[in-house]
């Protein structure tokens, strides 16, 4: 009988106000607002540690365990691994009604991410040797960006059950750190390891400057100035669009494009590496004798090889235009016409890079709508990474506003650690706002 209830009232629960969550332009509250202190967070992985951790007698060993076979660690891995992260700051938004039907909107935040993408052939070649040849390496990435958004937004009625929204933002980039392999193919012998490369490594710190040798190849040993952030690297925009339509009662539809553009980057640090090596390499590791007590010495001495011999040569800074990490949102809701406080809804959404990890889900749940006073939700959907839940909630006193939302798969993290087990999608937001 507690079960039952316990399932009752997790799905009377149900999602909370997804356009509003997500920032829907098209939005026109019937009051201003001012929301300070919104902070979101999102990591995401499309393989989890336990494809690396494998039980050996009484321990956890890495799949490079001499104990594990090249099947069973591999199998595990996509052709692509890669892990993405992405940090929000809202420092305040400030809504007002304008004439007739408009709304508008100002924000100020600031906003990281990064990420990470290792081919699967990497790992391979690791456990393996050098069986198989050659290898495609051409999706190895590696970035981290750090930038401003200053944003206008203006939404309007179109008519009584259909609005439509734009917010227009400046980015203000501050720091940006960019690997991108245009073409990386191994070719291995029994003497040596051959690599024909295409790649450029950017940086933008301008009060700290990586030495150059005689040569005039990028010499990370030498540097010179205080690495603080110092002005501005960069400079961009972006845009918001979407829209909201209510064609009878109870229903909603929402939908939204966020982040439409990208940055000017200035790459004060600048290098290429463009043309064919040949090294050792990493020949003793098809040999019985590796293990993953031997692994950090041998990644050590194989990248100060890849150093000596891939040298980036360094060029003159410039400006590459990168674009940010675009969001498409859909969702729709319909109140139950016996109960008006609960509603069904669905939603989706795709996250797209041009760089790392792509990202889609689609979810369904219920919200329970108390006006004014409390919203709470649960919903659950599948997408990239998997099984996906999420709930939020929202709380009204006086005329403050405070809301969270936690979105997470199933399957774990490592104990005292923050690394899930499983691929996974975590999102969490808080904030505070104030109807005025």
């Known amino acids: 009988m507690k079960k039952t209830l316990f399932v009752i009232l997790s799905l009377t629960i149900g999602v909370s106000a997804w356009a509003q969550e997500i920032g829907n332009p098209a939005e026109t509250p019937d009051y201003g607002f001012l929301r300070v202190g919104e902070f979101q967070s999102i990591s995401r992985n499309n393989v989890g540690a336990a494809a690396f951790l494998f039980p050996a007698e009484d321990k956890l060993v890495t799949g490079l365990h001499q104990s594990i076979s090249a099947d069973s660690f591999l199998e595990g891995l996509q052709p692509v691994n890669s892990i993405y992260g992405d940090i929000s700051y809202n420092l305040v938004s400030y809504g007002w009604k304008g004439r007739a039907n408009g709304f508008h909107t100002i924000q100020l935040g600031a906003r990281a991410n990064y990420g990470l993408s290792v081919p699967k052939e990497i790992f391979q070649i690791l456990k393996t040797g050098t069986a198989q040849s050659p290898y495609d390496l051409s999706t190895l990435r590696a970035f981290g960006n750090a930038y401003g958004e200053i944003a206008y937004g203006y939404s309007a009625k179109i008519c009584d059950n259909f609005s439509i929204g734009a917010r227009l933002k400046l980015l203000v980039g501050l720091n940006s750190a960019d690997l991108s392999v245009m073409s990386l193919e191994l070719t291995t012998t029994e003497q040596l390891y051959s690599i024909n490369l295409d790649a450029d490594i950017d940086l933008t710190n301008r009060d700290k400057k990586i030495g150059t040798d005689d040569n005039g190849y990028m010499d990370f040993t030498s540097l010179t100035g205080k690495g603080k952030l110092g002005w501005p690297s ?25 982040d439409l553009g990208g940055i000017f980057w200035y790459y004060g640090n600048a290098g290429i590496s463009s043309g064919s090596y040949s090294f050792t390499g990493l020949k003793s590791l098809s040999t019985d004798e590796f293990n993953e007590e031997a692994l950090g010495a041998r990644l050590k001495g194989l990248g100060d090889e890849l150093l000596a011999v891939v040298k980036p040569k360094a060029t003159d800074g410039s400006f590459k235009f990168k674009t940010i990490p675009l969001n498409a949102n859909a969702s729709v809701s319909y109140a139950l016409p016996f109960f008006k406080m609960l509603s069904i809804d669905a939603c989706g959404k795709y996250t797209g890079y041009s760089f790392c990890l792509p990202y889609w889900e689609a979810r369904g749940g219920l919200s329970f709508d108390w ?66």
């Open 234 to 258: 960069g400079a961009g925009l972006a845009a918001d669009l979407g829209l909201v339509w209510k064609p009878f009662d109870g229903f909603t539809l929402s939908a939204s494009v966020l």
């Open 371 to 436: 006006p004014d006073r409390l919203h709470l939700g649960l919903s659950a959907g599948t997408g990239t990474c998997g099984f996906v839940y999420g709930v939020r909630s929202s709380v009204n006193f006086l005329s403050f506003r405070l809301y969270a939302s936690y979105e997470n798969g199933i399957g774990g993290l490592i104990p005292y650690e923050s690394i899930p087990l499983q691929p996974n999608n975590n999102f969490l937001s808080v904030g505070l706002l104030y109807k005025l």
